[in-house]
């Protein structure tokens, strides 16, 4: 019964930062892994970031250097520290978890990047 809460998106100007927190209800430290996804309108949902339990991470190229993922594992968190926003950043972002039948996944977090 794995529930996971997102928050910290909003509205930001190109150049921008934003920072979105993924609260999850239980030990994020049982998990291997933990990511963040993001969906735009018309588009697939991508993943953007993943981050082990052992602290290793992967981006998606179009955000190497400007995210960066993190957490806190006495907290049950995983951020997204967003740099340097793109009109193209602007998306629904999802943290995800994997779990049987598809994993879990937080109920989104909008971005909009406009100027």
């Known amino acids: 019964q794995v529930q996971l809460v997102e928050s910290g998106g909003g509205l930001v100007q190109p150049g921008g930062s934003l920072r979105l927190s993924c609260a999850a209800s239980?030990?994020?430290?049982?998990?291997?892994?933990m990511g963040w996804y993001r969906q735009a309108p018309g588009k697939q949902r991508e993943l953007v970031a993943r981050?082990?339990?052992?602290?290793?991470?992967l981006y998606d190229a179009a955000v190497k250097g400007r995210f960066i993922i993190s957490r806190d594992n006495a907290k049950n968190t995983v951020y997204l520290q967003m740099n340097s926003l793109k009109y193209e950043d602007a998306a629904v972002y999802y943290c995800?978890?994997?779990?049987?039948?598809?994993?879990?996944w937080g109920q989104g977090t909008q971005v909009t990047v406009s100027s």
């Open positions: 995800y978890a994997p779990g049987p039948v598809g994993g879990y």
């Open positions: 981050i082990s339990s052992g602290g290793s991470t």
């Open positions: 239980g030990s994020i430290f049982a998990f291997n892994y």
